[in-house]
């Protein structure tokens, strides 16, 4: 049962941008962690970005290194993927995710606790 809800994935052209939000609507309970993976079609899901606020720790998949930006809104208590300079292989289902256990690190989708429904991104050449 996904707990996350993710928003703003759509259909836009190469070299353009789109900004995912990831809301976590357990209040009061807040994760100190959350991260964003993709998974395209016929792909195991792989990590794109993590956060971890008490730390200020973050990571990026090389793929998208200097085009997609992870930030956390305190206000609205969200997370957003900034997605810039979109290539066609950055098509994919978008997941948020929250409640870093580990063992294993931010990368691997194990470590994870909590996930949304998705948010579909497509890009056109």
């Known amino acids: 049962r996904a707990q996350l809800v993710e928003s703003g994935g759509g259909s836009v052209s190469a070299g353009g941008s789109l900004t995912l939000s990831c809301e976590d609507p357990?209040?009061?309970?807040?994760?100190?962690?959350k991260a964003w993976f993709r998974q395209a079609p016929g792909k195991e899901r792989e990590a794109v970005a993590s956060?971890?606020?008490?730390?200020?720790?973050?990571n990026y998949a090389d793929s998208v290194k200097g085009r997609f930006i992870i930030s956390q809104d305190y206000a609205k208590d969200t997370v957003a993927l900034q997605m810039n300079s979109l290539k066609p292989e950055d098509s994919a289902m978008y997941y948020c995710?929250?409640?870093?256990?580990?063992?294993?690190?931010?990368?691997?989708?194990?470590?994870?606790?909590?996930w949304g429904q998705g948010t579909l991104v497509t890009v056109s050449t």
């Open positions: 995710a929250a409640d870093f256990r580990g063992p294993y690190g931010p990368e691997d989708k194990k470590s994870w606790g909590a």
């Open positions: 357990r209040q009061p309970y807040r994760s100190d962690c």
């Open positions: 956060l971890c606020t008490r730390d200020g720790r973050i």
